[in-house]
């Protein structure tokens, strides 16, 4: 679940056996809530959310098995959905849905644990901004997590 610019809630769900994912938000801040919102397909867990420095949100959802890694953002705050697409690595698998964080400087860090066990950090160019390719995050091999948030 996270905030918007707009000052709205939005909560991401997994339907059931990972059938698709959906994402229901506020009609107003503090208001009530609107209906459950198809967000990705297939998924190996509920999305990830992450508010960008201008309030957008971003949204990450990992495949069942972890080849491939989606990402959509809203377009304003409390406003549509871009229709995104695939934000991983061509072949490298993910274990778990990644985490994301905005850091002092206001851009977006991603991070996911692959298959091997290793972290990859992917950070915006800037506040709101573009991405830069993944990167290595770190020599150290990590216990892979199966299900959830890797705990970075």
Avoid: C, K, Y
Avoid at 10 to 38: D, H, Y
Avoid at 76 to 89: A, L, N, R, T
């Amino acid at each position: 679940m996270a905030g918007d610019g707009s000052g709205r809630l939005t909560v991401t769900a997994i339907g059931p056996s990972g059938l698709g994912t959906f994402a229901r938000r506020q009609t107003a801040a503090s208001g009530g809530w609107g209906e459950w919102q198809p967000l990705f397909g297939w998924s190996a867990a509920a999305p990830a959310l992450a508010v960008n420095a201008d309030g957008r949100l971003e949204a990450f959802s990992l495949s069942p098995g972890g080849a491939r890694l989606n990402h959509r953002w809203q377009t304003s705050p409390g406003g549509d959905v871009h229709p995104g697409g695939e934000f991983g690595e061509p072949g490298i698998r993910l274990v778990a849905t990644p985490t994301a964080a905005l850091d002092a400087t206001g851009r977006l860090h991603v991070f996911a644990v692959t298959v091997a066990g290793r972290i990859r950090r992917r950070v915006q160019s800037g506040p709101s901004g573009g991405w830069h390719p993944w990167t290595a995050f770190g020599d150290r091999t990590v216990a892979p997590v199966v299900a959830g948030t890797p705990a970075l």
